[in-house]
């Protein structure tokens, strides 16, 4: 597990149902699981859009936290800070357990690059997500 998944989750992860499954260093990808609650549900019964955004954000900027403890240690975690975030909703997405991939594309010194993916249980990828971010030290961190 990655070490930063050892203390306590943001109250957003919490929120969304998130899980810690693995860490994949060498592809720089983090999968989470996700146990959406009834109150995620829209009018048509799935996840509402903007919470899968949610899901997909969370999982983006949790593969960027494990990379760069990876690669600097604790002190040098960053976080993302979104420029933008492009979604594409693929199918519905069930309020069931899902599980989410995110992966750092590139990360360069003040750019980096970032996608995402939400599979059903049968490995069917219902959203996908890329993020263009700036890496950013951890609240309370300094450079």
Do not use: H
């Not at 009018?43 to 509402?48: T, Y």
């Not at 900027?61 to 975030?85: H, I, S, W, Y």
């Amino acid at each position: 597990m990655a070490k930063i998944y050892e203390g306590q989750r943001s109250p957003s992860a919490e929120l969304m149902g998130s899980e810690f499954v693995s860490f994949d260093k060498e592809r720089g990808e983090l999968t989470t699981r996700y146990s959406p609650p009834p109150s995620f549900a829209s009018p048509r019964g799935a996840v509402q859009g903007g919470l899968i955004a949610g899901f997909l954000d969370e999982v983006m900027g949790g593969a960027l936290l494990a990379v760069t403890e990876e690669k600097f240690g604790e002190e040098g975690v960053r976080l993302p800070l979104n420029l933008d975030m492009n979604l594409t909703y693929l199918r519905m997405v069930p309020l069931e357990p899902i599980t989410a991939k995110g992966r750092v594309v590139k990360a360069g010194r003040r750019v980096v690059f970032l996608e995402g993916e939400l599979l059903d249980s049968e490995g069917n990828v219902l959203a996908r997500a890329t993020s263009t971010a700036i890496p950013t030290p951890l609240p309370g961190k300094t450079e």
